[in-house]
């Protein structure tokens, strides 16, 4: 560490390119704060802060493509960081492609060589969240997603209530194939409601890990303390 001088007080987190250490393609860009910096130092693997998931994340923790850190170097300004890597699982990006940087601007062709092995590790969740941010961009003409993202709030909120409610009709009448094609449905829409807001699900996933031990009714309290002295500050 003594090595590395970074001005932490100017930014909390820096960008991270990692390159592959034998051919020096670029696999990917990536943040670290000081934690992710101090772990990936000392485990000698590549230790990321998504700002998506707003958490430190161990390149690989879900797909087993980790990064093995060969180099490291810090450009003149001391806020930029260069990883020379291993790239173990031959995939860097949760596509399965190699490198994170597959779509070309002027021709807006993607790179085809994927490894289907190389996703099946991640969460069915996280995989799907990143397909309905990929359609942002697609044709609404072609694509359900992208036409229900492009309607914006009012389309995306309406599908869940409506989902919403054609899951509890289905609990209702204890139909346990419906309740889990519906259910499936309601859970579809959310993450679409997700997506557009730019809210990764594994943030969800943390909340509910905070809630885990913790009653109902402490819960709720607390929510409703918090609430009162929001409101109260506000109305200063």
Not at 67 to 92: P, R
Not at 140 to 167: H, R, W
Not at 168 to 189: G, N, R
Not at 214 to 225: A, D, L, Q, V, W
Request: proline fraction near 1%.
């Amino acid at each position: 560490m003594d090595k590395i001088t970074i001005n932490w007080d100017k930014n909390e987190l820096i960008p991270v390119v990692a390159q592959d250490y034998q051919s020096g393609e670029v696999l990917m860009l990536a943040y670290m704060n000081e934690e992710a910096l101090e772990l990936t130092l000392e485990k000698k693997t590549a230790h990321y802060f998504s700002r998506s998931k707003q958490r430190i994340w161990q390149k690989g923790e879900s797909s087993g493509n980790f990064q093995i850190i060969k180099e490291m170097f810090v450009d003149c300004d001391n806020d930029t960081l260069l990883l020379k890597i291993e790239q173990v699982g031959g995939s860097a990006c949760h596509t399965g492609r190699k490198s994170c940087f597959f779509t070309n601007v002027f021709t807006g062709e993607k790179d085809k060589d994927i490894n289907i092995e190389a996703t099946e590790n991640y969460s069915i969740s996280d995989t799907l969240y990143h397909v309905l941010c990929e359609r942002k961009n697609a044709d609404p003409s072609s694509s359900y997603t992208a036409s229900l993202l492009q309607k914006g709030d009012n389309a995306i909120l309406k599908k869940v209530i409506e989902e919403a409610g054609e899951f509890c009709f289905a609990v209702k009448d204890a139909d346990e194939s419906e309740i889990i094609y519906e259910a499936a449905d309601l859970a579809f829409h959310v993450l679409v409601a997700l997506a557009d807001k730019d809210i990764n699900p594994d943030r969800i996933k943390q909340e509910l890990k905070r809630r885990l031990g913790t009653s109902g009714i402490e819960e709720k309290n607390s929510r409703k303390k918090t609430d009162a002295n929001k409101s109260k500050a506000e109305s200063r």
